[in-house]
Every structure is written in structure tokens, then in C-alpha cells.
């Protein structure tokens, strides 16, 4: 099997396991007795410890290669899923939000492994692969939970998707160890023990310009998105009345677009265009999108904006981490990528705290245009990623 093939495959399990229970966190939350700031706190949790652990992952990964990390850290999330679904109250379930959070090296793992396997051309090809496989795990995963749950959430076990997620965290580390080949050769493992790497996320980042406003891009377009996730529902319910089937059907749809940009048109337009345009090109979309989503004055023209959210987000997001990854060489390509990680797992973080506050004080639609300027900044990022003459290293 074809090694961008079968890392598809393996994330779009993994992912999937851990889509099916992150919808079902704020109820099992609700049902503890948890005050809504105490529901928050559980959420952000998991992307504030992610943040911590991502350059970790990424240097270990640089160091014994992508195979050990991918297998590790998803027994850790395996593990964390048996917690939350024995939890017994709040504090139980707090820890497993920051175990998995800590144990979350899987992602930077997986766009380290696709940056070894694939030539610099073809590398927004790859990670938009691993991208895909990410948008069909969390477009399957809540609608998954949501069935295993049923509509009864106040007598529903939680214990039955847990337990479905750790599983597929089994097979993920089943296939890793019996189909993965590892990718990052003995010599680069050892150059990179013995090579003076940056020992941390700020350090990192002082040490290659361009890598510094390319993360700061994916930190202002995952911001939007994570404000757009968080409030997606509290919109759609006080604007146009609607429920949770149709926001489901939604963003099924939003996932499907941004799984077909990714998995497929990229692969077709970035040889043509070039990462550098097309992130540009994602980001103007994307700031369209949210402005028409947050002024619609009814649900067809709001569909409209979510879908050119998705196709901005399947354009920017494998694009301008390809550009990112030529920041690396072979020994510390997963250590940059853990930092381009870090970066949108701050994002992950402020995204839902801003949202709710701006919903509550100025409006259904306000989170949207905020998200939308906040978007547009990353456009000047983008030109100075390119100014500061980012170095593209051939592999």
C-alpha cells in the first residue's frame, strides 16, 4: 500500500475516534452539575495542553522517528477515552481532555511523516492528504457519537462511544505497527540527536522569519474557524430558529467541501498556482464567507457563506503548512511542524472563549465579522512570510 495512502487511512481512524466523543463532552459536562464557565474550561483544556505537548511530539518524533510517536500517542488517547468514559464526575473528565490534549503528537507526527514521503512540489499534495483524512474523521465522528448516544441525552451511557473511540484508537496503532513503514531514515534520527535544535516553540520560531508570520497566519484563520465552531449552533438556533439536525446536516456539508478541496482540487491547483496564492486565495474566501454568514438575511444565503468558509479552510489550510514545512530539513521538519501545531492550538484555545462573550454582548452575527477581520490580517502575514524570504529546502 502506498505510504500517503495508508496515513490517510490511519488519521481518518484515529480522527474518527476522537470526533465521536468531542460533541458529547459539554452534556456529559451538564450532567456532572457543571456551570457553563466550568464547561468551557473542560473544552479549551485539551488545545491548551495540545499546545504545550505539540513541539514536544515534534522533536521525539525528529529524534525516533514518526512510527514510535504515532503509536504512542495514540495509546494515550486510547487511554483517555477509557477515562471519560468511566468518569464519575468533573474532575475525571477534566483529566481525560488533558491527557488526550497531552497525548495529541499524532497530528504533527502524521504531516511530519507525509512532508518525508513526498518531493517539495508535490508536498501541499501530501498534507492536504493528511488534512482530508483529518476533515473525515471530524465530519463522521459527531454524527457517529450523536447515533451511539441516541436523542435521550439525560438517560444515555456515554460509557458505549467511549469505549467505540478507544477501540479505534486500537485499530489505528494496529495498522501503524503492521502497514507503516517509518519514514525518517537512522541518519537523520542521529544527526538529529546530535544537532543543537531549538528547545522550544518561541526559539523556533526566532530562528526562521518566515516560519513566524506563516504560524501567525494559521493562528488568525484557526481562530475564525474555532469561533465559528463554537457558535455555529447558539447562531443558527437565535437567528433562524433551527435545531441540531439541520446544523449537523450543515456542517456535514461544511466538511464535505473542505474534504474535496483538500483531498482533491489542490492536488490540481496548487502545481498551477502555487501554495503562496492559494493560501492567499483560502484566506480571501474564507473572510467572504464568514461576512456573508454573519449579515445573511435568511438560511439559503448563510449556507452559501459556510460553503465558501469550506473552501477557503480546504485552500488555505494544506497550502500554508507545505510552505511551513520548507522550513525544515529532513532532522527537525517534525519540531517545525510541532510549532506550526502549537501555534493553531492557541487558536483552538481563544477561539471559544472570545466566541461566546461577543455573542452575548453585540449579537448572533458578530462572532462572524469579528472572525472575518481578524482573517483578513493573515493576508499581510502572508506577504511578509514572503518578503522574509522563506528558504524552500529540497528533499
Known amino acids: 500500500m502506498r505510504p500517503l495512502l495508508t496515513i490517510f487511512i490511519i488519521c481518518a481512524i484515529d480522527v474518527l475516534g476522537f ?13 456532572f452539575g ?50 471519560l468514559g468511566f468518569a464519575p464526575g468533573l474532575s475525571w473528565l477534566l483529566v481525560s481532555r488533558m491527557l488526550s490534549g497531552f497525548m495529541a503528537g499524532n497530528i504533527s507526527a502524521a504531516m511530519a511523516y507525509a512532508a518525508d514521503v513526498s ?61 507503516l513503514r517509518e519514514s525518517h531514515g537512522v541518519a537523520e534520527r542521529l544527526a538529529s540527536r546530535t544537532r543543537a535544535l531549538p528547545a522550544s516553540a518561541l526559539r523556533t520560531l526566532a530562528a526562521r522569519p518566515a516560519l513566524r508570520w506563516l ?44 474534504v474535496a478541496m483538500q483531498g482533491g482540487l489542490v492536488r490540481v491547483l496548487a502545481p498551477r498556482f502555487g501554495e503562496q496564492r492559494l493560501a492567499i486565495g483560502g484566506i480571501a474566501a474564507y473572510v467572504c464567507g464568514l461576512a456573508i454568514t454573519g449579515v445573511a438575511p ?35 521538519r517534525g519540531v517545525v511542524m510541532g510549532t506550526y501545531q502549537s501555534g493553531t492550538s492557541l487558536a483552538r484555545v481563544l477561539g471559544p472563549f472570545s466566541s461566546g462573550l461577543i455573542f ?27 518578503r522574509a524570504g522563506g528558504r524552500e529546502v529540497v528533499q
Open 215 to 258: 504560524v501567525l497566519a494559521g493562528v488568525l484563520v484557526t481562530f475564525s474557524q474555532s469561533t465559528l465552531e463554537s457558535i455555529v449552533a447558539l447562531w443558527g438556533l437565535k437567528r433562524f430558529g433551527i435545531g441540531p439536525r439541520t446544523i449537523g446536516l450543515m456542517l456535514f456539508g461544511l466538511a464535505a467541501i473542505t
Open 298 to 332: 435568511n438560511l439559503l444565503i448563510a449556507i452559501g457563506g459556510l460553503a465558501l468558509c469550506g473552501f477557503g479552510s480546504g485552500a488555505f489550510s494544506p497550502s500554508v503548512t507545505a510552505l511551513a514545512s520548507r522550513q525544515a530539513d529532513a532532522g527537525n
Open 19 to 31: 470526533g465521536v466523543i468531542v460533541p458529547l463532552v459539554p452534556y456529559m459536562a451538564d450532567r
Open 360 to 386: 452575548g454582548r453585540f449579537g448572533a452575527g458578530a462572532p462572524f465579522l469579528v472572525g472575518a477581520v481578524v482573517t483578513l490580517q493573515a493576508l499581510w502575514c502572508m506577504l511578509a512570510a514572503k
Open 119 to 179: 518531493r517539495p512540489e508535490h508536498r501541499a499534495r501530501a498534507l492536504g492528504t493528511v488534512g482530508a483524512a483529518i476533515a473525515v474523521g471530524f465530519m463522521i465522528g459527531p454524527a457517529l457519537g450523536g447515533v451511539l448516544v441516541g436523542n435521550d441525552v439525560q438517560s444515555a451511557s456515554f460509557l458505549l462511544p467511549a469505549l467505540v473511540s478507544a477501540g479505534l484508537s486500537i485499530v489505528a496503532m494496529l495498522l501503524v505497527t503492521l502497514l
Open 34 to 83: 457543571g456551570a457553563p464557565w466550568a464547561i468551557t474550561a473542560i473544552l479549551g483544556s485539551y488545545s491548551l495542553c495540545q499546545l504545550i505537548a505539540a513541539p514536544l511530539w515534534g522533536r521525539l518524533s525528529d529524534r525516533y522517528g514518526r512510527r514510535p510517536i504515532l503509536i504512542i500517542s495514540m495509546a494515550g488517547a486510547c487511554v483517555s477515552y477509557l477515562v
